[in-house]
Structure formats: C-alpha cells, structure tokens
C-alpha cells in the first residue's frame, strides 16, 4: 500500500510539475504522511536538467507548505480542542501529542513554528496548536513560509547534489529517500541542535525577570 502511493506521488511530481510540487507539499504540511524527500529533490534535480525553473520549484514547494499548514491552522481553530482530543487519534494526534503541541506553541510563539518547520514529524503537526490557541495568523505565516522556504531550499540543493550523481535513484523512490535521508543527517542535526538553543534561551529568558524581582 504505501509503496503504491509513494511511486503515485512520486510520479505527480513528474507529470504535474509543479502544480504537483504544490498539492504533494500541501499534503506534507498537513496529517498527510507525504515525504518531502520525494517530492522536492526529483523536482530539483528535473530543473537541473532544465525541464523545471530551479527558483519556481522552491516557490511551488514553499507556497504548497504554506497552504497546507494554512488550512490546518483555520481547522483546529474551528473544531476547537474538543473534537481534535476526541477524533486526533484516528490521524495519529493522540491527547499527549496534542497537549506537548500546545505547550510548545505557547511557550515558544513563532519561533518555535520556525523551528518546527525544519524538524521531522513535528512540522507535519505544528499548525494544529497554533489554531487551537489562536495565534496570531501574519506572524504564523510568516514563521511558516521562512521555514518551509528555508526547508524546500535544502531539499533541493541535496536533491540536485544527491541525484545529480545518481540519476538512477529516480527508478526508485524508497531507494531515493533513504540515500536523501542519509546526507541530510547533519542538517536535521543541525535544526534540533538551533531549536534546543533557542529553547534554553527562551527558558533562561523567562526566568531572568524573575530572578531579577526575587
């Protein structure tokens, strides 16, 4: 089953260009489980080849974030807490990671949404607490399009690095997303070390007033 949808989306991107590049990571930046290693990097390494525009794929990629993430924001605003703790673990968003997903948002504001946008996994879910806790919509945005610009711009550099070596991992996108995995390691290494020192320094922040008053 998800070797069929992986070789579907895969070939989205091949057929559809980058109205493709924009719904698959629509979909990435919403519940949807679509890798952003399929979807970015094939696109990237097609406009070294000259059949793409290599800024316009970055574009198509960042805008399809930004609507995905969009529309979970305005969701989780409408439904509201109640419907996502009692539906959320029918899409993987159990009480627990609904409730980290809040406390997070609130304590880090846009900052933490940036940071969330170049960590796996989180960046699919990140936008669920911003709506619930109404944060405000331009400075969601506008963490959401700096990481996701920043996130699709990675993608492609070592979507054209990797696969312009290895035109032949195009036969096989499982193949392709784990040797894409393997080089991004350091930056994924990077991202959480730059989000655990913006965590620190926001804690040592907070608690300086207080240390301050005392």
């Known amino acids: 089953m998800l070797h069929s949808l992986v070789r579907t989306w895969f070939h989205w991107v091949d057929a559809w260009g980058y109205l493709g590049v924009f719904l698959l990571m629509a979909l990435e930046s919403s519940i949807v489980p679509v890798p952003s290693e399929i979807v970015m990097p094939p696109a990237a390494y097609y406009a070294a080849q000259g059949r793409m525009n290599l800024a316009l ?3 198509a990629g960042t805008a399809g974030s930004w609507f995905g993430s969009a529309a979970s924001y305005f969701i989780s605003r ?7 703790e009692k539906f959320g673990r029918y899409v993987m968003i159990g009480p627990d990671k609904l409730a980290l997903g809040e406390r997070w948002v609130e304590r880090f504001g846009a900052g933490g949404i940036f940071g969330a946008r170049l960590l796996p996994v989180v960046r699919h879910l990140v936008s ?8 405000p919509f331009g400075r969601f945005s506008a963490a959401t399009v700096i990481g996701a610009g920043l996130w699709c711009s990675v993608l492609s ?3 054209k690095e990797v ?10 996108p499982e193949t392709m997303i784990a040797a894409i995995k393997a080089k991004l390691l350091w930056f994924v290494a990077a991202a959480v070390i730059f989000t655990a020192l913006y965590v620190v320094m926001t804690v040592v922040r907070g608690r300086a007033p207080k240390s301050a008053a005392s």
């Open 163 to 172: 696969l312009g070596d290895r035109p032949d991992l195009l036969d096989s």
């Open 78 to 84: 409408a439904i509201g807490i109640p419907a996502l």
């Open 128 to 135: 669920i607490p911003a709506g619930i806790l109404k944060m």
């Open 57 to 59: 794929v970055i574009l």
């Open 157 to 159: 550099w070592f979507g």
